[in-house]
T-cell receptor
């Protein structure tokens, strides 16, 4: 079974600085998708960024980018120019691309990010 | 806006009562998911539907939980009878075919407290 591990329960960053959140996963599959979701205090789950495993190029969305290392099964999230609104819980998630009964997201335990003014 | 409406947003009930959570996804998505989030267990999938048919309900904790999707724009999650350990935030999410990287889009959640 696939698992997702986020080893940093909490992180802190100064406003305007850069922070990297770690995520590792375990799978025997070669084709899958990876996601980062943000959950602010409102509890809404918001998609931050996604990555297809077959793509070597790291995904980027404005100030958010990932470092995807397939061989190492690592999928870290980098937030540049951190803003107060980035303060939230961040979840890494895995989804198989093989279909069938594996269309569910498997989540890590989350990293709580604090942004200091 | 994730295109998923959940109601109620907050629910407080007493142990033993029936609780019904509702989800209205916008049309055009084949998949509908119910998740539960607790401090102890994190985010866990309870059940998901494809074209209104339940596909995987292995995450449903016990017989007290049931879910239905009578049409593409409406789903319910029912707990009967409710227990204090059911207190959690329940999310509904929509998605398309699994062959793409299109993510699941989550509703705002229902915060359930069972006293």
């Amino acid at each position: 079974a696939q698992t997702v591990t986020q080893s940093q329960p909490e992180m802190s960053v100064q406003e305007a600085e850069t922070v990297t959140l770690s995520c590792t996963y375990d799978t025997s599959e070669s084709d899958y998708y990876l996601f980062w979701y943000k959950q602010p205090p409102s509890r809404q789950m918001i998609l931050v960024i996604r990555q297809e495993a077959y793509k070597q190029q790291n995904a980027t969305e404005n100030r958010f980018s990932v470092n995807f290392q397939k061989a190492a099964k690592s999928f870290s999230l980098k937030i540049s120019d951190s803003q107060l609104g980035d303060a939230a819980m961040y979840f890494c998630a895995y989804r198989s691309a093989s279909g069938g009964a594996t269309n569910k997201l498997i989540f890590g335990t989350g990293t709580l990010l604090a942004v200091q003014p | 806006d994730a295109g998923v409406i959940q109601s109620p947003r907050h629910e407080v009930t007493e142990m033993g009562q029936e609780v019904t959570l509702r989800c209205k996804p916008i049309s055009g998505h084949d998949y509908l998911f119910w998740y539960r989030q607790t401090m102890m267990r994190g985010l866990e999938l309870l059940i998901y539907f494809n074209n209104n048919v339940p596909i995987d309900d292995s995450g449903m904790p016990e017989d007290r939980f049931s879910a239905k999707m009578p049409n593409a724009s409406f789903s319910t999650l029912k707990i009967q009878p409710s227990e204090p350990r059911d207190s959690a935030v329940y999310f509904c999410a929509r998605g398309r075919q699994w062959t793409s990287s299109e993510p699941q889009y989550f509703g705002p959640g229902t915060r359930l407290l069972v006293l």
